[in-house]
């Protein structure tokens, strides 16, 4: 039986039948969650269920960080917490159902800060929770793998505001699917680009402040052609899609 779930030579593991079904069924659960805003305590579960399922079953190669796979252009879908509030004081191991909503990172990393966050429908810019919900709001991700660069891009419609954040991509020595990420570009831009403030100078002040000069880390915990999984150092779980429209708002 086992025979039947894996992928037939020279198949990716994210495109057996498997894991193709269980990739669509996530896209399915956070669609109309308002980018994890307002999905239940029911959803959120299925959610991290299903994230589980897919890190288990297709986790990526070690050197993604490095992979063209990861290069472009991804948009944030789906925010949520590793560790749901009414599991947060279960210490019970042997609970199957406490091990797929609980997750956290194998390895610390130095001295960078790692807590669980309660990050729903919001993405954290220079310690400020920014709101990400709303369908004409975009967030996207992009790499820029040969150059060692990732961009962080939130388009806030109704306030005609676009906040964009920087930063050089480091490999941790402790897990190579983590990048560590020192961020040195901070640009806000209001009134349809008319005015533009450039902040990137607070970064090097913050390193004054804090024992590390890296800002924080991202796992990817699975990666396919259509979806990335990743993993935060405060704790949140980040869905995102090659395709802007994968998910209803």
């Not at 210490?91 to 309660?118: H, M, V, Y």
Request: proline fraction near 6%.
């Amino acid at each position: 039986f086992d025979s039947i779930l894996k992928p037939a030579p020279g198949v990716s593991k994210t495109e057996s039948p498997r894991v193709v079904k269980i990739q669509k069924e996530l896209l399915q659960s956070i669609s109309n969650t308002n980018n994890g805003k307002d999905a239940t305590l029911e959803q959120q579960k299925r959610v991290l269920e299903l994230v589980a399922q897919l890190e288990e079953a297709a986790p990526p190669p070690s050197n993604v960080l490095t992979s063209m796979a990861l290069n472009g252009t991804w948009f944030l879908q789906y925010t949520s917490p590793s560790v749901l509030e009414e599991d947060n004081d279960n210490d019970n191991d042997n609970d199957n159902n406490n091990k797929l909503l609980f997750w956290k990172p194998s390895i610390q990393e130095g001295d960078i800060e790692t807590r669980n966050a309660n990050s729903r429908g919001t993405v954290t810019a220079l310690a400020v929770k920014v709101d990400t919900s709303g369908a004409r709001n975009v967030v996207t991700q992009s790499f820029d793998v040969p150059n060692e660069r990732v961009y962080n891009d939130i388009l806030i419609t109704d306030k005609q505001a676009e906040i964009h954040v920087e930063g050089k991509v480091v490999p941790s020595q402790n897990v190579p699917t983590r990048a560590l990420v020192l961020f040195d570009v901070l640009d806000i831009v209001l009134l349809n680009g008319k005015v533009t403030l450039p902040l990137g100078f607070v970064f090097p002040l913050s390193t004054l402040f804090k024992k590390s000069k890296e800002q924080g880390w991202l796992e990817t915990t699975y990666l396919s052609r259509s979806v990335r999984i990743g993993r935060g150092n405060k704790g949140t779980c980040f869905i995102l899609t090659r395709d802007g429209n994968a998910v209803e708002p």
